[in-house]
């Protein structure tokens, strides 16, 4: 049981990677809020599914909630759609390994964020890890954004501000979720960690099922018909996201979220395979850095976590 958690967060990491994947395809057709979409709608009935087999297994009925729970829950659900959509909106300007390196700050909001909401402490080992994680993303932000563009990129392309102001914020919004999430299975306070994580994860995605189904309906019902005619795809994405999002959760009822989500920065490792081989995107001399600085951060909150 001490390093299931971990085992469940690698897993989890390759899903991730997979789906994201397969959303940053579909981004093309449906922009960025139905590719989100797709994560939830299909998504919702394989977590009902995965509810169901384990209430059968446990021969257990559904868990009593509370307030605490809902609120935790809503937050969580609501904050991750918001990320999700900016995660998107961030592969459309750079690289899938790029994006992937600015979602990995997610783990310094979620380290603060639970220092103030979970009372979870930040010792001198974890704020090293901070500032090796932010040196990383700055490092990234400074590569030139538009490759090969026929001007001569100015001091902002070079920034880059724009596509690390998305990444930034949906890493800042997916730590906030990761909290809620946390929060929620706790707040449930079952004997088991399984019913708890399955549970929480059914409620959340049918929540952000509901809400971008409205959402969608008033303000662009072409694209919901849109997403009914790529079901093939997108009922791949829906599986790969609950999969992975099942094993996040698995991994949030045993350990904290910043752990947990520090030791997820190894899709970034997945991420560069899936650029290289089906995108033919390469990652450039000062990029490489900025990850390598990402990920000795990572290994460094790790070990603080032990």
């Known amino acids: 049981m001490t390093y299931l958690w971990a085992v469940f967060t690698v897993v989890a990491a390759a899903g991730q990677t997979a789906r994201n994947a397969m959303q940053r395809e579909l981004t093309a057709s449906l922009g960025a809020v139905g590719a989100t979409h797709v994560r939830f709608l ?20 559904l868990p009593r909630t509370n307030a605490t729970f809902w ?7 609501l904050c991750q759609v918001g990320g999700t959509a900016l995660m998107l909106m961030t592969m459309t300007e750079r690289s899938f390994v790029v994006t992937t390196a600015y979602l990995k700050t997610e783990p310094v909001f979620v380290a603060v964020l639970g220092l103030v909401f979970l009372h979870d402490p930040i010792t001198p080992g974890m704020a090293a890890a901070i500032v090796i994680a932010t040196l990383g993303v700055v490092l990234i932000s400074l590569s030139t954004a538009s490759r090969g563009a ?15 102001l ?47 189904s409205a959402f969608l309906a008033v303000r662009d019902l072409e694209v919901l018909r849109a997403i009914g005619k790529l079901w093939r795809p997108s009922l ?6 609950a999969a ?38 390469k990652t450039t001399p000062r990029e490489a850095a900025g990850i390598v600085l990402l990920v000795a951060g ?5 070990y603080a976590h032990r």
């Open 42 to 61: 299909f998504g919702f009935p394989f977590a009902l599914l995965f509810l169901t087999a384990v209430l059968i297994a446990n021969h257990a009925g």
């Open 71 to 77: 609120a935790w829950d809503v937050a969580g659900a």
């Open 150 to 164: 026929a001007r001569q990129p100015t001091a902002l392309d070079r920034f880059d501000w724009r596509p690390a």
């Open 166 to 212: 998305y990444g930034l914020s949906a890493g800042g919004l997916f730590a906030i979720s990761a909290i809620g999430y946390r929060g929620a299975i706790l707040s449930l306070h079952l004997p088991g960690y399984v019913l708890g994580a399955t549970f929480t994860l059914s409620v959340g995605l049918v929540i952000q099922a509901a809400v971008l």
């Open 236 to 241: 791949f994405a829906g599986f790969m996201g």
């Open 244 to 281: 992975a999002s099942e094993f996040w959760f698995l991994a949030f009822a045993l350990a904290s979220a910043a752990s947990v989500r520090t030791l997820g920065l190894i899709d970034v490792l997945f991420a560069q395979g899936v650029s290289h081989l089906l995108f033919g995107q």
């Open 298 to 302: 990572a290994i460094l909150l790790v």
